[in-house]
């Protein structure tokens, strides 16, 4: 969680830039999705470690209470959903790609919003699906959770447990006559082929909204 003076607010789905300087001089700067609400008075993000990164292990292994960050934004006036906008809300995310979508399910729930939600999430196993217990808590109040596993599943697991395809989404649904708000988020091979088979299976493309993400530079 991070405190930031004068915070702007946020629609669910932007992202923030975060800068670091180090004592030489030299900065370094990184896109993260906000995870928090807008109703939340901070700004929560979820962050990957990656191994050999320059931000990454630093906030997740040495940022303190009392550090201070540079954060700029929130960016992205697309990737958004407001729970005034309805639904059926369809949410697809490949791994970390879950985090801005979490942001719409959690406003969702601030609001105690009743606008028909499904998420699909892939992950490689159960140990890489974020934010799992949360997901068990929303689905009892009518949110309906899907999970792929890619790599392991999980002992006896009888849901998915392959790539995302036709079939998944059609069982996923809901189905395109019913015009659903669509968010896909991932890495960017994942984004572009959900983003292919929601077309083929009839759904507009002005209907889905992406978001992607690659190897840092």
Request: glycine residues 10%; charged residues 25%.
């Amino acid at each position: 969680m991070l405190g930031v003076p004068d915070w702007p607010g946020h629609i669910a789905g932007q992202h923030v830039d975060v800068r670091l300087t180090a004592d030489d001089g030299y900065q370094t700067e990184r896109s993260f999705s906000i995870a928090s609400p807008p109703e939340q008075a901070t700004v929560a993000l979820t962050v990957e470690r990656i191994d050999g990164g320059e931000v990454s292990p630093y906030l997740t292994e040495e940022l303190c209470v009392g550090d201070q960050l540079e954060l700029r934004g929130p960016f992205t006036s697309y990737f958004v959903w407001r729970n005034g906008d309805g639904g059926p809300l369809l949410l697809i995310a490949g791994g970390p790609g879950l985090v801005p979508l979490m942001a719409m399910l959690r406003h969702r729930a601030a609001n105690s919003s009743r606008v028909e939600a499904r998420v699909l999430v892939s992950a490689r196993s159960l140990d890489d699906a974020l934010y799992r217990d949360e997901l068990a808590e929303l689905a009892r109040d009518g949110l309906v959770v899907h999970f792929t596993f890619t790599r392991d599943p999980p002992p006896n697991w009888r849901g998915f447990a392959r790539r995302i395809d036709a079939e998944m989404f059609r069982t996923v649904g809901p189905s395109p006559r019913r015009r659903p708000r669509i968010f896909v988020c991932g890495p960017t091979t994942f984004v572009e082929q959900a983003a292919e088979l929601l077309v083929q299976l009839g759904h507009e493309p002005d209907a889905i909204r992406t978001e992607r993400f690659g190897p840092s530079g």
